[in-house]
């Protein structure tokens, strides 16, 4: 059955894989959303293989703007007829810094938690009624990070107090988000400590070469869990890539 996808962060790293893996079904409509439509890393998306009737359409949603999304989902409306989205992963996100709490920067919180919390519910606000208009059980899922636990925390041993209390209150908005919406899907993965720009940015700051796994083997999981997914097994949890949960 066709589906139709939108994934922000789209231009590199998990985003990209997502599009990529999507895109290469059948009869699927994946919606990628960038920064920059124009910079080459966005245009080479168009390269991306596709499956039989399949199509890839980039929008430009910038997480520091309050109205791009509202104006992707015009322009889908208005430009591409798409009038439902079935699955929105909000992929886009920051990793920059990792101080201690007495460390932490004000400019350096306001930036995180404008990037991964405050865009995110810019975006859900503007993807809600075409989600609602979904003939199928509609999913909203955003890419969190075990560094938003709190539950497990001490499991964790890392100074995180930027990056893990963005990813904290991430949290709490998705599942805010599954007790106010009982029609939709709505959970926070954490894809693992992936290959990406920024899992390997951490991994150099605390003397390793890069991050534990592959972005490959990070997308296949958050795959299979999303397509998965159910009202009644996985929304309002707090999934790993792997399949299982993690504590709050």
Not at 49 to 76: N, T
Request: zero cysteines; a negative charge; charged letters at 20%.
């Amino acid at each position: 059955m066709a589906t139709t996808y939108l994934i922000t962060g789209a231009s590199r790293g998990l985003g990209r894989g997502l599009v990529e893996t999507y895109l290469s079904r059948p009869s699927n409509t994946v919606v990628a959303a960038v920064r920059d439509p124009s910079s080459h890393t966005s245009q080479t998306l168009y390269d991306l293989p596709r499956g039989p009737s399949s199509s890839l359409i980039v929008v430009k949603i910038d997480s520091h703007s309050e109205a791009d999304a509202e104006a992707a989902v015009e322009e889908l409306h208005s430009l591409h007829k798409i009038t439902a989205l079935d699955v929105v992963v909000a992929n886009a996100g920051i990793a920059e810094v990792f101080p201690r709490v007495e460390d932490a920067l004000v400019a350096d919180l306001l930036e995180h938690y404008q990037v991964n919390v405050i865009a995110v519910i810019v975006l859900f606000r503007a993807v809600l009624p075409l989600l609602k208009s979904s003939a199928k059980t509609a999913k909203f899922v955003t890419i969190g990070s075990s560094a938003g636990t709190i539950g497990d925390m001490d499991k964790i041993p890392v100074p995180n107090a930027v990056y893990g209390t963005s990813k904290a209150a991430l949290n709490y908005v998705t599942k805010k988000i599954h007790l106010e919406n009982e029609d939709i899907v709505a959970f926070p993965v954490h894809p693992g400590w992936a290959q990406t720009d920024n899992g390997n940015h951490a991994a150099r700051l605390w003397g390793l070469e890069k991050a534990a796994i592959t972005v490959e083997e990070s997308v296949a999981g958050l795959v299979n869990i999303i397509d998965g997914s159910t009202r009644g097994a996985t929304s309002g949890k707090f999934m790993q890539y792997d399949g299982t949960t993690m504590a709050w």
